[in-house]
């Protein structure tokens, strides 16, 4: 579970409408890739956005990471 300098670390779809582009990034840099792209794009308005369908499949994953849904504990 190391986290930090992994070579094979997940990527994450970014998507702006705006732009209609999307990318990939480093899950790692993701809150900054989406800062920046909306800092310069869009003076800082937040357009670009990871990508909805697995925002929600991450925000998932993270909760149950965390244990949030574990009615047992
Ligand atoms: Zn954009």
Redo the contacts with the bound molecule.
């Keep these: 579970m190391s986290a930090e300098e992994s070579d094979d670390e997940p990527t994450v779809p970014i998507v ?1 409408e ?2 209609e ?1 999307t990318s990939r990034v480093p899950l790692s840099e993701l809150r900054e890739s989406i800062d920046r ?2 800092e310069h ?2 003076d800082g308005e937040e ?2 956005q990871v990508d909805p369908v697995l925002a929600d499949a991450l925000a998932d994953a993270v909760a149950d990471d965390l244990g949030l849904y574990d009615d047992d504990a």
């Design positions: 702006c705006a732009c582009t792209h909306n794009r869009h357009i670009a």
